[in-house]
C-alpha cells in the first residue's frame, strides 16, 4: 500500500537554528510529493512540491526540500529558522495513474524557540 | 481574491441531528475534495469530486453525503450526526491532476 510517514509529531528549534523535518513514502510508481503548511486556525497552504523535474526543489519563506529516491525521502530544510515559522507541516504524495488525491502524512508541528 | 469559502466556521449538533457544510470556489477549478482533520491523523479524503456532475468516496465516506451543485460549489451533508464526526473539515478545490490543493479555512463541527 502506499503511504506517507513524516517522523516527529513535533520539532522544536531555537530561533536561526536548522529546520529539518522528515518525509518517507512508499511506493513502487514515481510520486508527486508535496508539503503544505498550516498556521494556527487556517486551512493548508502549498509550501513547495515535486514533480518529477529538479529534485533539490525550493519554495516560499526559504524553504527547500530534496527527493532522494534511493531513500525514498522528501525531507523539508530551512537554514536559519524564525519565529514565523511556527506551524504544522504535512507532506503528502500522490501517485501517477491514480485520479488526483493526495495522501497527507500525520503533521509535524514545529516550534520555534526564542 | 476570496479562493475557497466554507460556512460555517463554526458548528456544534447534537448526535442525531443533521446538517450541511457549505463550500465554494471563484478559481474556476474542476475538482473538488472534502478532507477531515482529526488530531495525529493528518488530513483524510471523505469526498471528491473530479468534475462537475461526478463525486467519489475517499478513505472515509461513512455517515456523509456530498452534492456538486455546479462547478463552483461541493457541499457536505452529515445525516445524522455522531460524536465520531466531531473533527475540523475542510474544503478544497484543485485545476487537474497536478496534485496543487487550495484550501478553506475550515470548519470546526462539535458533536455531543
Known amino acids: 500500500a502506499q503511504s506517507v510517514t513524516q517522523l516527529g509529531s513535533h520539532v522544536s528549534v531555537s530561533e536561526g537554528a536548522l529546520v529539518l523535518l522528515r518525509c518517507n513514502y512508499s511506493?513502487?510508481?514515481?510520486?508527486?510529493l508535496f508539503w503544505y503548511v498550516q498556521y494556527p486556525n487556517q486551512g493548508l497552504q502549498l509550501l513547495l512540491k515535486?514533480?518529477?523535474?529538479?529534485?533539490l526543489v525550493k519554495g516560499i519563506n526559504g524553504f527547500e526540500a530534496e527527493f532522494k529516491k534511493s531513500e525514498t525521502s522528501f525531507h523539508l530544510t530551512k537554514p536559519s529558522a524564525h519565529m514565523s515559522d511556527a506551524a504544522e507541516y504535512f507532506c503528502?504524495?500522490?501517485?501517477?495513474?491514480?485520479?488526483?488525491?493526495?495522501?497527507f502524512g500525520a503533521g509535524t508541528r514545529l516550534a520555534v524557540h526564542p | 481574491n476570496a479562493g475557497v469559502t466554507q460556512t460555517p466556521k463554526f458548528q456544534v449538533l447534537k448526535t442525531g441531528q443533521s446538517m450541511t457544510l457549505q463550500c465554494a470556489q471563484d478559481?474556476?477549478?474542476?475538482?473538488m475534495y472534502w478532507y477531515r482533520q482529526d488530531p495525529g491523523m493528518g488530513l483524510r479524503l471523505i469526498y471528491y469530486s473530479a468534475s462537475e456532475g461526478t463525486t467519489d468516496k475517499g478513505e472515509v465516506p461513512n455517515g456523509y453525503n456530498v452534492s456538486r451543485l455546479n462547478k463552483r460549489e461541493f457541499s457536505l451533508r452529515l445525516e445524522s450526526a455522531a460524536p465520531s464526526q466531531t473533527s475540523v473539515y475542510f474544503c478544497?478545490?484543485?485545476?487537474?491532476?497536478?496534485?496543487?490543493?487550495?484550501f478553506g479555512e475550515g470548519s470546526r463541527l462539535t458533536v455531543l
Open positions: 478559481m474556476n477549478h474542476n475538482s
Open positions: 515535486y514533480t518529477s523535474a529538479a529534485t
Open positions: 478544497a478545490s484543485s485545476v487537474g491532476s497536478t496534485g496543487e490543493l487550495f
Open positions: 511506493s513502487s510508481v514515481p510520486p508527486y
Open positions: 503528502a504524495v500522490t501517485f501517477s495513474g491514480g485520479y488526483n488525491k493526495l495522501i
